[in-house]
């Protein structure tokens, strides 16, 4: 199959070099000159686990090729993939679909043959209409259908997801559509279940997915609250949950808040649709409140062990939004250091891959080190933010003699407190008491 993908983001790059890895031949488009340069150079352009060995293999194969031409994305293609950003609005949360519209004008133009035009960006309910209307006006003559194809795929596990889904939801009522996603699915379809619904039910789907979502993480997080006034432990808690089936034991883990691309927007998003049609969602509104006040909460945590030193230093370990990613983009990290910020502590900071994204955002408000021992030199307190496996097991004799107060904020739960207390660290986690 000839596919043309719009958007080489983490979902266009990881997805077109899945869809290649299959042996389609794809062209991946991007606005982004220096993006396609770098792509085109060999370079990828985000960190994403195992991508580098299959972005190689399939662009020298030749069948993965980059461009800043619409036109050579789409004019060959059966299947041109959508997948641009849809932030969200500043001013009212909604999400912002300006990329999404000037992605279907320009692609109008080049459709040849029966297309399918597959929406993975995640886009409120109706824009499936809208797109089919942007292109069949710009051209009447075009053959196509508009599906929603959304995406489900998790930074950090981009490829691992990519070639096993939990379900592949399709929303169109067309059947030479559907019969094109069945046989670009074929592969899967002895796990993976495909689910075809109306377009507007698979638009729904994504948001109401990605609530619920937020909604587990907040819940988890209100229960670790609960556990540290209890004493019960929190990591005992959920795994009992998690047995449940009905509860399942994913998205237990208690901790800063959600970050990412996604959540943030998509809850925003999905309480502004549903305000638009004039229904209130309570539970999401409360989970997005609670989540920007659960980061405000560990910021504070922190603060109050420094607040009486002289001129404090605060070491922090993990600017990604989460492990296994080089996303900065809505990080809780990015948060809760700039609330530390506000308090003017000195902050210096250490991420396996995401130096360079959480520059581009915090520039030169905080010091980077090399290295995860490098960050500790002199500080008052080590704060754990992102959950990389290094961090999870660290030599507390060097930590010790770099340190100038042996304290840690792991608000991860990624050491032991038995480790931590044997060091004779002060030792701060989240939902569990350590004595
Ligand atoms: P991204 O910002 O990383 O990538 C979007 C890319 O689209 C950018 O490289 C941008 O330059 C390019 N672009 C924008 N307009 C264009 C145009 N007209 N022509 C060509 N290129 C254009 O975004 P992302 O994280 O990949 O997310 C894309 C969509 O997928 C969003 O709607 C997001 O909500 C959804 N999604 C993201 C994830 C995730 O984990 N990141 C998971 C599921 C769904």
Not at 221 to 250: L, P, Q, T, Y
Not at 262 to 289: Q, S, Y
Request: net charge neutral; aromatic share 8%.
């Amino acid at each position: 199959m000839k596919i043309g993908i719009i958007g080489t983001g983490y979902v266009g790059l990881p997805s077109g070099v899945g869809f290649a890895e299959l042996g389609h031949t794809v062209v991946c488009v991007d606005n982004n000159k220096a993006k396609i340069e770098a792509l085109n150079k060999g370079k990828l352009t985000l960190y994403e686990n195992g991508l580098a060995d299959l972005f190689k293999a399939n662009t020298e194969q030749g069948r993965l090729r980059f461009t800043t031409s619409m036109k050579e994305a789409v004019q060959e293609a059966d299947l041109v993939i959508i997948a641009v950003g849809t932030p969200p609005d500043p001013i009212t949360h909604e999400a912002d679909l300006q990329y999404i519209y000037a992605a279907a004008t320009e692609l109008a133009d080049y459709l040849t043959g029966y297309t399918v035009i597959a929406n993975k960006s995640t886009v409120p309910v109706g824009t499936g209409d809208a797109v089919e209307k942007i292109i069949a006006s710009k051209n009447p003559a075009a053959d196509f259908d508009v599906v929603s194809l959304p995406e489900f795929l998790r930074e950090g596990f981009a490829l691992q997801d990519f070639f096993n889904p939990d379900r592949i939801i399709l929303g169109t009522h067309s059947e030479r559509a559907i019969s094109l996603i069945s046989k670009l699915y074929e592969p899967f379809k002895e796990k993976t279940p495909l689910l075809v619904v109306s377009r507007k039910s698979s638009e729904t789907i994504k948001y109401a997915s990605n609530a619920f979502l937020a909604m587990k993480i907040h819940y988890i997080n209100e229960i670790a609250n609960f556990c540290e006034k209890s004493g019960a432990n929190v990591a005992e808690v959920a795994k009992g949950m998690g047995m449940d089936k009905r509860i399942g034991n994913r998205f237990l883990n208690a901790g800063i808040g959600f970050g990412g691309s996604c959540f943030p927007k998509d809850t925003m998003a999905m309480a502004h649709m549903a305000n638009k049609v004039g229904v209130r969602m309570e539970l999401i509104e409360t989970t997005i409140a609670g989540n920007q006040k659960r980061k405000k909460e560990m910021a504070d945590r922190v603060y109050q062990s420094l607040k009486d030193l002289k001129n404090p230093k605060v070491a922090v370990w993990g600017l990604a939004f989460k492990n296994g990613t080089d996303d900065c983009r809505q990080s809780p990290a990015m948060d809760i250091i700039r609330e530390l910020l506000q308090k003017a502590l000195s902050i210096t900071a250490y991420d396996p891959k995401a130096m360079d994204t959480a520059k581009a955002i915090l520039g030169d408000k905080i010091s980077y080190a090399s290295g995860m021992y490098e960050a500790v030199k002199g500080a008052d307190v080590l704060v754990i933010l992102t959950e990389w496996p290094e961090f999870s097991a660290p030599d507390f004799d060097e930590l010790a003699k770099r340190m100038n107060r042996k304290v840690i904020f792991d608000l991860r739960n990624m050491l032991s407190c038995e480790d931590a207390q044997e060091a004779d660290f002060e030792y701060h986690c989240i939902g569990r008491k350590c004595d």
